[in-house]
């Protein structure tokens, strides 16, 4: 295994990140699905700037924990260990073989709802709902995700055991 420190600095920066992506979330999810959310509850978020502002955040941090798990950490953590590393469909499908995700299926599937609460939030309230739900459906794979590869990092003594 070939790790010079600038590639240990970065996997240690970027579990970092994801460890705090996570945890933010994790809180906005709870925040948004403390209830099912609804198409009527979709309908309503342009009358309400709190509710509508806290489905922003689950969207973009949904988004930003999966791009940085997928496009960033992901790609170090492959040539770390040793990987080729190529396309994010050849990450992904990598990832899958390393059982460091569920599904690389699954994950372009997450990728693609991603872009559907994004550009479908004014046009449906019924595709918004689904898509939400669906992407709130997601969270506990995010997470797994992100203890799957902090666990390992830790495992090959590249993380502390606090990290």
């Known amino acids: 295994m070939n790790r010079d ?3 240990l600095d970065r996997l240690q920066f970027l579990s970092r990140v994801v460890q705090r992506e996570q945890e933010h979330l994790t809180t906005t ?3 948004v699905f403390s209830r099912p959310f609804t198409p009527e509850r979709a309908a309503a978020l342009a ?3 709190d ?4 489905v922003e955040a689950f969207v973009s941090r949904f988004g930003r924990l999966q791009d940085t798990l997928g496009d ?4 170090v953590y492959l040539e770390a260990v040793g990987e080729h590393t190529g396309a994010v469909i050849d990450n992904l499908d990598r990832a899958e073989k390393l059982q460091l995700i569920p599904s690389a299926d699954a994950w372009l599937t997450m990728r693609k709802l991603r872009n559907q609460m994004v550009h479908e939030y004014i046009e449906d ?3 918004l709902a689904d898509a939400l739900q669906a992407g709130h459906e997601f969270v506990p794979t995010l997470s797994a995700v992100v203890e799957s ?4 990092l830790r495992a090959r003594g590249w993380l502390d055991s606090e990290s």
């Open 5 to 7: 420190s600038e590639q």
């Open 29 to 31: 999810d709870q925040r």
């Open 47 to 49: 009358d309400s700037i």
């Open 51 to 54: 509710e509508s502002e806290r």
């Open 72 to 75: 960033k950490l992901l790609p």
């Open 125 to 127: 309230a019924a595709t």
């Open 149 to 152: 590869l902090l666990d390992d």
